[in-house]
């Protein structure tokens, strides 16, 4: 554990006063021998192609494209799963959920009848922090249960406001599920925005929500600028139902999505602008990534995997790989990472950056990607395992990846056994467009064996989900 020096302590107590230029030149100074603030702006169901500096050609970026052009552009960078409740609990445990009982071939997230959540014994990036003297908050989409022993004030936050769960969900009124989704209005769908435990909102009103996460985090970000801290920003949108402030309504070349996604452009915007404005950007590891890949059944109010194959819910490329950037100025070089990575190496990546060890009585599926940020080395992982709920269909290692079992995100009953399994070389064909199996059958059986590995270390624990 760090512990900051009083005199520092008492000098940065003076960023309340003095000039613009003074409280930036104080904080820079506190930057010098303080833990780094950490922020982790995560999207929902936003594609690998969804942003301009990704390769959208009419959605507007302009704050995303600048954040790639100083910091890091990474593009083999994974969720953790391919829906949302997994791929959260997998961020902020460093486990795969399948460790935790967080993921279901009966149902695929959580819901709001759900008895499950994330269990009081698991460690979380926050709970880890706070070991170092953080501040912590979440702001957005929790996903991990909505019970008062789930919620984030029980999982080292020590403040929430968000919706705790899809903003589908608690359907009271209106038209059908698809339609509502498709033309959407605030009261057809009855969910609760909190602040820690308690709901202040019922039906929330979407329309402001992404504004909303947003001052609060400016408000955060204002009153711990003097100790470090960690903000997991995850916000609502883009997920279905779409909905949008009227700043951007009707702007954005793609319509509706497009809005959408330029408003949570902005939202980054007024992150980064704050943290410069307070000389805190020096000191700021910012992240920014999405949960998983496009809800593609949505058509044009769903978004875009690019040149990717697939989308939410599927083990395919656009299910997991996800637009990804690291900003750091001054210590982040400005490059464009290609190794693979993964929402999982976030945990031990921060517990590098706080001086914190990664605990020894569990297993943990992350690796510590500091080497890889600074440039010093390279990242530990070379295996990408692509689960759909509790089975592995998928496995990258290096270039190839195999596909043992296929199946569409949604729409399709039952996975495909492909035997003999698919390979491609996903740095050569990221489409996934030709199967080289006949080529390389070594590669398939080394496939075979990580994965029995991988299933090898699996301990059953009780399923959350199905409570």
């Not at 035997?419 to 030709?434: A, G, R, W």
């Amino acid at each position: 554990m760090k512990i900051l020096n009083t005199g520092m302590i008492a000098m940065t107590g003076l960023l309340s006063v003095g000039t613009a230029s003074q409280q930036s030149a104080i904080a820079m100074e506190k930057a010098k021998t303080s833990n780094p603030n950490i922020i982790v702006f995560f999207c929902d169901d936003m594609g690998y192609g969804d942003i301009g500096t990704f390769g959208h050609p009419t959605i507007r970026t302009p704050n995303l494209d600048r954040m790639a052009e100083e910091g890091q552009r990474w593009t083999s960078f994974y969720a953790a799963a391919p829906v949302c409740t997994p791929s959260r609990a997998g961020l902020i445990t460093g486990r795969l959920p399948i460790r935790s009982g967080m993921c279901s071939e009966k149902k695929r997230v959580l819901f709001p009848d759900s008895k499950g959540g994330l269990i009081p014994y698991e460690i979380t990036i926050a709970s880890m922090l706070k070991n170092a003297g953080y501040s912590t908050t979440c702001i957005g989409k929790w996903h991990l249960g909505d019970q008062p022993q789930f919620l984030p004030n029980a999982h080292g936050f020590d403040y929430y406001f968000g919706i705790p769960y899809s903003n589908d969900m608690d359907r009271v009124d209106g038209p059908d599920y698809h339609d509502a989704c498709m033309h959407p209005k605030i009261d057809y769908f009855n969910v609760p925005l909190m602040r820690n435990p308690e709901v202040i909102e019922r039906p929330a009103d979407q329309n402001t929500i992404t504004k909303r996460y947003t001052e609060e985090a400016i408000k955060f970000i204002s009153q711990k600028r003097d100790n470090p801290f960690f903000l997991y920003l995850a916000h609502s949108m883009a997920h279905v139902p779409l909905f949008r402030s009227k700043d951007f309504a009707n702007k954005s070349l793609r319509g509706i999505y497009g809005d959408v996604v330029e408003e949570l452009d902005w939202s980054m915007g007024e992150i980064l602008d704050k943290l410069r404005e307070t000389g805190l950007d020096k000191n700021t590891l910012v992240i920014f990534t999405s949960d998983n890949g496009p809800w593609t059944i949505f058509n044009e109010n769903g978004g875009s995997a690019g040149l990717l194959k697939g989308g939410k819910g599927s083990t395919y490329e656009g299910g997991m790989r996800e637009p990804t950037i690291f900003w750091w100025p001054g210590k982040l070089k400005h490059t464009v990472i290609m190794d693979c990575a993964s929402t999982l190496d976030l945990f031990p990546t921060f517990c590098s950056l706080a001086d914190l060890k990664v605990p020894s009585d569990r297993i943990y599926d992350g690796y510590d990607l500091s080497p890889l940020m600074f440039g010093t080395g390279k990242s530990k992982r070379d295996v990408i395992f692509y689960s759909r709920d509790t089975e592995v269909f998928a496995v990258r290692k290096g270039d190839y990846k195999v596909h043992f079992k296929t199946q569409d995100g949604y729409g399709q009953d039952k996975p495909v056994i492909e035997n003999p399994p698919l390979l491609y070389n996903i740095n050569v064909d990221p489409s996934e467009k030709y199967n080289i199996a006949e080529k390389h059958p070594e590669v398939i059986a080394e496939m075979r064996k990580i994965l029995e590995r991988h299933q090898a270390s699996v301990v059953q624990v009780e399923n959350q989900l199905e409570k």
